[in-house]
């Protein structure tokens, strides 16, 4: 009986430690964010390393875009005109990001966001560990490339 107890308080003890997504932690999402890792729905995780591409959102009143960029040495980004429509809605238990582009449209829920982590599940249940990128700055002001 003992067991049964500590067991049940353990879980509610981890349930109760992690922070449920509010609508004001939705301005999070803004900026740039590297991708760690992906959980798939079996529990492999793949491990990213270095990124050659970063997700950049600009989310205002819970509308807004993603865009794919690219880090360069200077510390700034490459752009291109390509851009994802993003809404993000209140569901049942969390918050529903819907991504809409000329050819397609897809949900992930937003499970959880701090100003340097992010995570997203898609409808596979794949979820998209992410991190605060900072920009490579390889290069110093004062110094010009050959």
């Not at 990124?51 to 752009?79: S, W």
């Not at 100003?115 to 490579?136: G, V």
Request: include cysteine.
């Amino acid at each position: 009986m003992n067991r049964l107890f500590f067991t049940f308080l353990g879980i509610v003890l981890l349930l109760s430690c992690s922070k449920k997504v509010e609508a004001d932690d939705i301005d999070k999402m803004n900026g740039y964010w590297e991708i760690e890792k992906v959980v798939l729905p079996n529990g492999k995780e793949k491990k990213y390393g270095a990124n050659e591409m970063y997700e950049f959102f600009q989310i205002k009143d819970f509308t807004g875009i993603r865009k794919k960029v690219t880090p360069i040495v200077d510390g700034t980004f490459l752009v291109n005109l390509d851009a994802e429509k993003v809404s993000i809605k209140q569901g049942k238990d969390n918050f529903v990001v819907h991504y809409t582009t000329f050819y397609s449209q897809w949900d992930e829920d937003l499970i959880s966001i701090s100003s340097d982590k992010m995570i997203l599940r898609n409808e596979n249940k794949t979820e998209y560990h992410y991190k605060r990128a900072k920009p490579m700055k390889l290069i110093k002001d004062d110094k010009k490339t050959k």
